[in-house]
Nanobody, 127 residues
Framework: VQLQASGGGLVQAGGSLRLSCAVSGRTFSSLTLGWFRQAPGKERVLVAA???????IYADSVKGRFTISRESAENTVHLQMDSLNPEDTAVYYC??????????????????????WGQGTQVTVSS
């Protein structure tokens, strides 16, 4: 599986950014997709994930501000980020899990269950 992320950059607080990750190498509809982020000096944590069913989960810190979506026609997963604040500054990684059968969403919070990681894209929010 190959992942190509794009869309990071510098934005002022209150602004918006849209991250995209093009996925290739596997049947897109069978993949569970997500985004992690890692801020300086902090652990890498799950921000959002979308299952093959379209069901989503979000970290509490981004609920109501971020939206994850999957675009089957383009084999792409998006992360729409609104009302950004400086605490959202981090490197963002798109991730793929290939085994999506009988998936309990609770496990998606753990880094080790994800099979493939993108190269990371920097998001910087200025105050």
């Amino acid at each position: 599986v190959q992942l190509q992320a794009s869309g990071g950059g510098l934005v002022q607080a209150g602004g918006s950014l849209r991250l995209s990750c093009a996925v290739s190498g596997r049947t897109f509809s069978s993949l569970t997709l997500g985004w992690f982020r890692q801020a300086p000096g902090k652990e890498r944590v799950l921000v959002a994930a979308v299952r093959t069913t379209g069901g989503t989960i979000y970290a509490d810190s981004v609920k109501g501000r971020f939206t994850i979506s999957r675009e089957s026609a383009e084999n792409t997963v998006h992360l729409q980020m609104d009302s950004l604040n400086p605490e959202d500054t981090a490197v963002y990684y798109c991730v793929v899990r290939t085994n999506s059968k009988f998936l309990n969403s609770d496990i998606l919070w753990y880094r080790h269950v994800w099979d493939y990681w993108g190269q990371g894209t920097q998001v910087t929010v200025s105050s």
